[in-house]
């Protein structure tokens, strides 16, 4: 596993972060070294081990259907930068 | 005169029970201990005003969105950002409603009315960009309580961030078993590691905080109900109490000098008082150690840092396009730290080989 300077800006595009020349050369060694550690875990033998989800026992919980009172909206609105009537606002699309 | 600096949680709750001293005087206390020393503490970024009431005052760490108090996780991405929801575990509705299996008297009073007043302190961080912001964050906590600012604080942990600024600040921390104490309006740094937990100036204060804290929550379904109430310690016999120690952390680089020898693992002690000890390898031992627990909280952040920030909360930057507003928001909100975070979560859950990491990862233990 090693990332390239391509993959790296691939996913900052992603993740939608827009990286300064000298933050991609930065973290393209970091995020290497990184990824080095989180492979050394493909050396243990785990062949025998049951994984785990969670660490007590809860399988499918589910709340029973009652309806009950949610946000409003202007609750829901009240941290908007920016809104038009009960909706959030933001600039146009383009390609995101 | 209270001398917050040796007040017990426990000593102030009875105070206020026999009307030794009033709720306003207790909060007026705190509030001027942070008038005095804060300055030099730095612990925290919003004091409350006076919300009345006899409850105990509490330090909440910055990532616990609470309903009408301003909660940033120290960062400028959240500047602004005032919560609408109110958190399960420090509800005031949530120690009445434990009152139906109280397990002491005294208790139920303090339950009672502990929440209602909060003194509602919140640690500041550095900017977000710190190498290790939320242990900061955890650190300055810590600092609030020992340095009697706050009797006791709820905090956070994901991988540290109560069990080690506890340790450096001579306080009692507790990192709760996943799913005893809801996560719901925390701000998430690794959802599935995160928890919220107490951290207190002695034991029985500690145990207080996490019985009130504690249970199940329908909001977060990873939460349980506790099997039997959390019972305080009365003594300090710590006999027949069998204590665990994971050799490899213990054997880490790094350990300051004198920590690793009293965990060391002793096979029979001449205290009576003192608990066993025992000591265990990972079961898959190698040349490869414990590497999860190192890495396991890395690839974690992307989806807790969703594009509803910006758009429907927090920081905005001047932006005419939508893409261009994003980006150009994160780069003024996230420093260097959460920038890598992000770049490593995005990258591990871009690829193909996710499915085969997270069944890896869910053999080492998460």
């Known amino acids: 596993m090693a990332i390239d300077r391509e993959q790296l800006l691939h996913v900052a595009h992603l993740a939608r972060l827009e990286l ?3 933050e991609v050369e930065r973290l393209e060694g970091q995020l290497n070294d990184i990824l080095d550690a989180v492979s ?31 946000l409003t909206a202007e609750e829901a609105l009240a941290n908007a930068p920016e809104r038009e009537g009960d909706f959030f606002k933001v600039p146009p699309g383009g390609a995101t | 005169v209270i001398d917050t600096l040796r007040l017990t949680a426990e000593e102030a709750a009875r105070l206020l029970r026999n009307k030794e001293i009033s709720g306003g005087e207790l909060w007026e206390a705190y509030r001027r201990a942070i008038d005095d020393r804060d300055g030099d503490l730095h612990c925290f970024l919003h004091v409350c005003d006076d ?38 575990c420090h509800s005031p509705g949530k120690g009445r409603a434990r009152l139906a ?34 242990r900061r964050l955890g650190r300055r906590l810590g600092a609030a309580v020992s340095g009697g600012l706050a009797p006791w604080a709820l905090g956070s942990d994901t991988g540290g961030s109560i069990k080690q ?17 809801s996560r719901y309006g925390i ?84 205290r009576r008082s003192v608990p066993r000890w025992g000591s265990a390898r990972c079961r898959s031992q190698s040349s490869t150690e414990c590497p999860a627990t190192t890495w396991s909280c890395r690839p974690r952040r ?5 594009v509803t920030t910006a758009s429907r909360y927090g920081h905005r930057a001047e932006a005419t396009e939508r893409l261009e507003m994003y980006k150009q928001t994160r780069e003024e909100g996230f420093g260097d730290e959460p920038k890598r975070r992000i770049m490593v979560g995005t990258y591990a ?18």
């Open chain 1, 20 to 22: 300064r020349e000298d």
């Open chain 1, 40 to 70: 050394k875990v493909s050396e243990l033998d785990l062949s025998d081990v049951p994984p785990t989800s969670h660490p007590l026992e809860v399988v499918n919980v589910w709340e029973d259907d009652n309806p009950r009172p949610c």
């Open chain 2, 51 to 88: 919300p009345g009431g006899d409850g105990l005052p509490i330090a909440v760490k910055d990532v616990i969105g609470t309903k009408g108090i301003p909660t940033t996780a120290g960062s400028k991405i959240l500047e602004g950002y005032v919560p609408v929801l109110r958190l399960h």
């Open chain 2, 101 to 134: 299996h109280p397990r002491q008297d005294e208790h139920r009073r303090v339950r009672d009315g502990l929440l209602d007043r909060e003194l509602r302190v919140r640690p500041v961080a550095q900017p977000m960009g710190s190498v290790a912001r939320a």
């Open chain 2, 165 to 181: 600024p506890s340790a450096l600040c001579g306080n009692v921390g507790l990192r709760p078993t996943y799913g005893t104490v």
């Open chain 2, 187 to 270: 701000v998430a740094l690794a959802s599935s590691l995160d928890q919220v937990g107490p951290v207190a100036r002695t034991v029985r204060d500690c145990a207080f905080l996490y019985s009130i804290i504690a249970g199940r929550d329908e909001c977060d379904t990873t939460t349980v109900g506790l099997p039997q109430p959390v019972e305080l310690p009365e003594g300090e016999d710590l006999r027949g109490i069998k204590i665990g120690v994971p050799k490899e952390l213990n054997e880490a680089e790094g350990i300051e000098p004198g920590v690793g020898r009293p965990c060391a693992p002793r096979s029979r002690s001449s």
């Open chain 2, 302 to 306: 992307p989806p807790t840092w969703p």
């Open chain 2, 349 to 366: 859950l871009s690829r193909a080989t996710t499915t085969r990491t997270t069944a890896r990862r869910r053999r080492c233990g998460r």
